[in-house]
Antibody, heavy 119, light 110 residues
């Protein structure tokens, strides 16, 4: 069964850091680009960051550029999001998503991990 | 990176056909054949309905179809059913390994 399981969310104070992880199973992880997408409470989807199959190409939303870093470990079938200098507006449910190939569309989604930034 | 433009809400009756629009720019929708559409029911993760403008993943009903013309993409649902009531989001490749979503459209089945 193809599956993505996110972890690492929680309550954090503004300005602090958090690292999200996504464990993939059921497919050949290194064949696909991967993404992080977030959804603030009651709001729409926002693409956060994406990374190609070998980690050689990464992209970020303007809202997180310079603060967040995406990475992957193909040997561990895992995706990561290092989030620094967190702001209250980063509060959201963060989804990990598998691409159909390379930035073509996201066909498998995890259930998400919640990040709350508050003092 | 400006969000793609989608109408906030659309409604239709069972059996009808309904079309969602998604307007971008020549830097995203208009430059690539890489618009995707997602369905999201309350409290659930999004589900891919269309990718690469018009391709349908296996398991998605053929009542769903996608198209693109210039800077505007469209998702059409034919034979509307009660279970189609959900939020729908478009997403486009925007160059330099980035994606951009639309604000989403809430579909109400009357």
């Amino acid at each position: 069964e193809v599956q993505l399981v996110e972890s690492g969310g929680g309550l954090v104070q503004p300005g602090r850091s958090l690292r999200l992880s996504c464990a993939a199973s059921g497919f050949t992880f290194h064949d696909y680009a991967m993404h992080w997408v977030r959804q603030a409470p009651g709001k729409g989807l926002e693409w956060v960051s994406g990374i190609n199959w070998n980690g050689g190409s990464m992209g970020y939303a303007d809202s997180v550029k310079g603060r967040f870093t995406i990475s992957r470990d193909n040997a561990k079938s895992s995706l990561y999001l290092q989030m620094n200098s967190l702001r209250p507006e980063d509060t959201a449910l963060y989804y990990c998503a598998k691409d159909t190939y390379t930035f073509y569309g996201m066909d498998v989604w995890g259930q998400g991990t919640t990040v709350t930034v508050s003092s | 990176q400006s969000a793609l433009t989608q109408p906030a809400s659309v409604s239709g009756s069972p059996g009808q056909s309904i079309t969602f629009s998604c307007t971008g720019t020549s830097s995203d929708v208009g430059s690539y054949n890489l618009v995707s559409w997602y369905q999201q029911h309350p409290g659930k993760a999004p589900k891919l309905m269309i990718y690469e403008d018009s391709k349908r993943p296996s398991g998605v009903s053929n009542r769903f179809s996608g198209s693109r013309s210039g800077n505007t993409a469209s998702l059409t649902i034919s034979g509307l059913q009660a279970e189609d009531e959900a939020d729908y989001y478009c997403c486009s490749y925007a160059g330099s390994s980035t994606l951009v979503f639309g604000g989403g459209t809430k579909l109400t089945v009357l």
